[in-house]
Each structure stands twice: as structure tokens, then as C-alpha cells.
Nanobody, 123 residues
Framework: QVQLVESGGGLVQAGGSLRLSCAAS????????MGWFRQAPGKEREFVAA????????YYAGSVKGRFTISRDNAKNTVYLQMNSLKPEDTAVYYC????????????????WGQGTQVTVSS
């Protein structure tokens, strides 16, 4: 069982930056692939980024590539999403995701989800 708690969301102006954190419970964190999804009002949840258990592989949605960076610290059981050059269209609730399989995280069929953190980007 893995529990995920996101933090770091907030209100920022366009062009600004935020760093989201996702703290995971459980001794098996280092064996899980991790990811971030987001859901804007009236839209479906969409994939943002994912990272392999070792951190050696990362994956990004085209809309955030070059602006967002996913990373993890297995010693702290935490995964991060550094978001730069934020745009109003990045406004959404951001969810942390975890699964033993990378493919499950990328496809959104992972076993575990956090409760979400709101990110609002003003123009």
C-alpha cells in the first residue's frame, strides 16, 4: 500500500514557477514508477510527466516538455515537479501517481493516486 500526499500548489502569475512535491509512504517507494497528472475544470485528467523507479527514465507530455522537470529523491520518498514558464492553460488540479510499472503510470492506469493540489496561473 502506498499513500501519496501532494503539496506546493498555489497561485502564480504567467511566466512564473512552482515546484510541486509528492511525499509517499511505504518502504517500497524506490521500486515504484511515479508520475504527475492534471485535470482542469470541465476536462479529463491528462498525463503530465513520469519517472522510472531509478530516475533514469523520464517522460513528458508535449505541452510541458522543456518547461517542466520531474525528479525524485528515493531517500526522502518524494517526487517533484518543477514547473517553469507557467501559462494560464497550466491551471489545473495536479495529481501524483504511483505504480510498480512505468507503462501504468504513463497510461494513467496506475494503482495509487494522491488527493491533488491546485495550481492556478493568472494572466
Amino acid at each position: 500500500q502506498v499513500q501519496l500526499v501532494e503539496s506546493g500548489g498555489g497561485l502564480v502569475q504567467a511566466g512564473g514557477s512552482l515546484r510541486l512535491s509528492c511525499a509517499a509512504s511505504g518502504r517500497t517507494f524506490s521500486s515504484y514508477a511515479m508520475g504527475w497528472f492534471r485535470q482542469a475544470p470541465g476536462k479529463e485528467r491528462e498525463f503530465v510527466a513520469a519517472i522510472s523507479w531509478s530516475g533514469g527514465s523520464t517522460y513528458y507530455a508535449g505541452s510541458v516538455k522543456g518547461r517542466f522537470t520531474i525528479s525524485r529523491d528515493n531517500a526522502k520518498n518524494t517526487v517533484y515537479l518543477q514547473m517553469n514558464s507557467l501559462k494560464p492553460e497550466d491551471t489545473a488540479v495536479y495529481y501524483c501517481a504511483a505504480d510498480p510499472r512505468e507503462t501504468s503510470v504513463v497510461s494513467g492506469t496506475n494503482d495509487y493516486w494522491g488527493q491533488g493540489t491546485q495550481v492556478t496561473v493568472s494572466s
